[in-house]
C-alpha cells in the first residue's frame, strides 16, 4: 500500500490500534479522518494531531454509516483509502447460554458494520487510484480465543469477506487488506497492562513496516504463528492454545 499522499477514513480511530494507526499515517503526511462513537476520544485525537479530522459514528446504525459516507465523500472526494478498524471484545459463554446483547453486538459491530461501512464507499473507491479497503481481523480468526468464542468467530468471519471481496475487486483499482494483530495492550479486555501482550507502539511501526510492501495480509511476527493454523490438523494448536490462556486468564 501506498503510505503517503492519501486520504484516510478510519473507523474506531479514537483510542487502541485505530489511534495508534490513524497517527502514524498522519505524520506521513495523509490527510486522515477517524470516526467513532466517543466524541470525547475523537476531539483528544485531533486536538494532539493538527490538521486530522473526526465525524462521530455508530458503527452498528446502517443510517449513520450512510450518512458519514455523504459526509466522506462531499467533504473530502479524494478519499481512497477505507480502514475497517472499529470492534468489540468482550468474553461469553460458548459453553453454556449465550447471553443475546453481547452476540448481536459483536456481530454487528465487528462483521456487518464494516460489510456495510465498505459498501456504501466502494463505489467512490473504485474511482481512485491507489485505493484500499483495510480490515482489522486478528490472530483470533485463524486460532480461537475459547472464552471469547464469539469475537473469534466474527473474526474468522471478516477473514473469510476479505478473500471473497478481495476476488470480485481483483480487476479494479481497489486493493483489500487485512491486518491481523496479535494481543495487542490496547483498552480491548483490559488489555492495556498485560505484559505479555505486544506494545502498542511496537505493534504499529511493525504494522507500518509490513503496510508499505505489497502482502495483502499485514502480519506482525506475534501473529505468524497463529496464520499458520495447520488446517485438518488444528486441534492440538487451538486446544493447546486454549489451554494456556484459561490458565492465564483464570490466574
Do not use: C
Not at 479514537?14 to 476520544?41: C, D, Y
Not at 475497517?84 to 448481536?104: C, F, H, Q, S
Not at 480465543?145 to 478481495?166: C, D, F, G, I
Amino acid at each position: 500500500m501506498k503510505l503517503t499522499g492519501n486520504t484516510i477514513y478510519i473507523t474506531g480511530g479514537g483510542s487502541g490500534i485505530g489511534r495508534g494507526l490513524a497517527e502514524a499515517l498522519h505524520r506521513r503526511g495523509n490527510k486522515v479522518i477517524i470516526s467513532g462513537r466517543r466524541r470525547s476520544h475523537l476531539d483528544e485525537v485531533v486536538a494532539v494531531n493538527p490538521g486530522m479530522a473526526a465525524i462521530e459514528l455508530d458503527i452498528t446504525d446502517p443510517a449513520s454509516i450512510e450518512r458519514v459516507a455523504a459526509k466522506l465523500i462531499a467533504d473530502f472526494p479524494d478519499l481512497n483509502v477505507l480502514f475497517n478498524n472499529a470492534g468489540v471484545m468482550l468474553p461469553d459463554r460458548a459453553g453454556g447460554k449465550v447471553d443475546e446483547t453481547v452476540m448481536m453486538s459483536h456481530i454487528t459491530t465487528n462483521l456487518i458494520g464494516p460489510i456495510r461501512m465498505t459498501s456504501a464507499l466502494i463505489d467512490h473507491l473504485k474511482t481512485k487510484k491507489d485505493a484500499a479497503v483495510v480490515y482489522t481481523s486478528s490472530a483470533l480468526a485463524f486460532v480461537p480465543l475459547a472464552p471469547t468464542a464469539v469475537y473469534s468467530a466474527t473474526k474468522a468471519a471478516v477473514h473469510s469477506y476479505v478473500l471473497s471481496q478481495r476476488f470480485m475487486l481483483r480487476d479494479t483499482t481497489v486493493r483489500v487488506l487485512e491486518i491481523a494483530p496479535p494481543w495487542v495492550r490496547t483498552d480491548l479486555m483490559n488489555s492495556r497492562e498485560a505484559e505479555r501482550a505486544m506494545p502498542l507502539d511496537a505493534f504499529v511501526d511493525e504494522t507500518m513496516t509490513v503496510l508499505g510492501t505489497d502482502v495483502n495480509e499485514i502480519l506482525v511476527d506475534g501473529a505468524k504463528l497463529f496464520r499458520g493454523n495447520p488446517g485438518p490438523s488444528e486441534h492440538d494448536l487451538v486446544n493447546g492454545f486454549n489451554t494456556q490462556m484459561m490458565g492465564m486468564l483464570a490466574g
